[in-house]
Every structure is written in C-alpha cells, then in structure tokens.
C-alpha cells in the first residue's frame, strides 16, 4: 500500500516511538493503539468523533468507568486501578485511566506539550494527559471494551518502580513550573 509507510527505531520505549512518529507526521489528528488489540478497532472513531465534537485536542480510553467493560486478572485490575489512585492523588488530575494503550491527539496538542514529555518510555502517557490536563487542552475520554492480553510482556516490578519515580518527578515539575508562572506574574503585574 503505497500511503502507509513505517519507522524503524534502534531504540525501544513507546513514548519514544511516539514522539518521533507524531511530530513528523502532518495529520490533523495522529493516534496510536497497543498491537496486541486489546482494544477494539471500532472505538477509533467514536473517540475521533467525540474529541472533535467536544473541542478536545487529546482523546484516551478508559478501562476504568461504568461504562468500560474490561476482562483482565484481578491482579493487573488491582495494579491498574491502584496506579490511577497514585497518580490522581499525587499529580492532582480528573482523568481516570492514564495507562490505556489507547490515544489520540490533535496537531496543536503535539506540536506544544510533546516537547514538554520528559518520558520515552510508558510514562509519556501519564505525562500527555497530566500536561494536556493542567494545560487545559481537554481531555476527553471513551469508556472502552478491553481485553488481557494473556501474552504481556510487561515487567510489572520494573514497570511500577519507574511509575513511582516518575510520578514523584512529574509531580516536582509542575510544581516548580507553577511556582515560576506565578513568580512571572507577579513580576509583571509589579514591573
């Protein structure tokens, strides 16, 4: 198929593969999913739609509303919904699912908060909501059906001691970054 093309990257990290495929790419609205699918295709353009008609410029799914309806061991649920606790309470966010292997966003969103991402791994997708949240882009959110995929090949102990670490430096960044803007403005307002 002549219009599909591919990147190859020497480097592993999802957050990396993203960010070099979103910011060289001149969609209007650039996507991606987990390839083992554990997400249905027909959610794709509900959560186009519904990021559009709402005026969102970052779109997630979630596994974690009413109206999701997820199969998964009571061990990854337990992770899962622990993990959004953590950062819902740390990073002060509303979203609810920030792990979802399912997103979309806008060009205007890649453009200004990709280059914010510090992340080249799985946490790029808590920091593109967390940024796009404080931002104030919007972030609308598809309840989804999705299924384990039994075959993972996610180092849980690995994975949640780099959740932790990153949570905490996110968290000191927007921190920081508040107290500066503040800082601006008062010099502003008195200079």
Same mark, same amino acid.
């Given at each position: 198929? #002549? ?8 480097? #592993? ?12 790419? *001149? ?5 991606? +999913? @987990? ?11 509900? +959560?186009? *739609? ?7 410029? $970052? ?6 509303? #009413? #109206? ?15 993990? /959004? ?11 609810? @699912? ?12 890649? %453009?200004?908060? $990709?280059?914010?991402?510090?992340? /080249? ?29 039994? @075959? ?18 996110? %968290? ?13 403005? /008062?010099? /502003?307002? *008195?200079?």
């Amino acid at each position: 198929m #002549k219009n599909v093309g591919y990147i190859h990257l020497d480097q #592993k990290g999802r957050g990396r593969a993203l960010r070099k495929a979103w910011t060289e790419s *001149n969609a209007d609205i650039v996507s991606y +999913m @987990d390839v083992d699918l554990s997400t249905e295709l027909e959610a794709f353009p509900k +959560m186009i *739609n519904g990021m559009l008609a709402k005026g969102y410029n $970052v779109a997630t799914g979630t596994r974690l509303t #009413k #109206k999701s309806r997820t199969t998964r061991s009571f061990f990854r649920e337990s992770l899962s919904r622990g993990y /959004n606790y953590i950062v819902r309470t740390i990073l002060w966010i509303r979203y609810s @699912d920030a792990q979802c292997g399912f997103k979309a966003a806008t060009r205007k969103a890649v %453009r200004e908060i $990709v280059p914010l991402i510090q992340d /080249n791994e799985w946490f790029f997708d808590t920091e593109l909501l967390t940024l796009g949240e404080k931002y104030d882009y919007g972030i609308y959110e598809l309840p989804v059906t999705w299924i384990e995929d039994p @075959d993972s090949r996610v180092r849980i102990a690995k994975t949640v001691y780099q959740y932790l670490r990153d949570v905490m430096r996110l %968290r000191f960044q927007l921190w920081f970054s508040n107290k500066f803007d503040v800082l601006k403005r /008062n010099l /502003n307002k *008195n200079g």
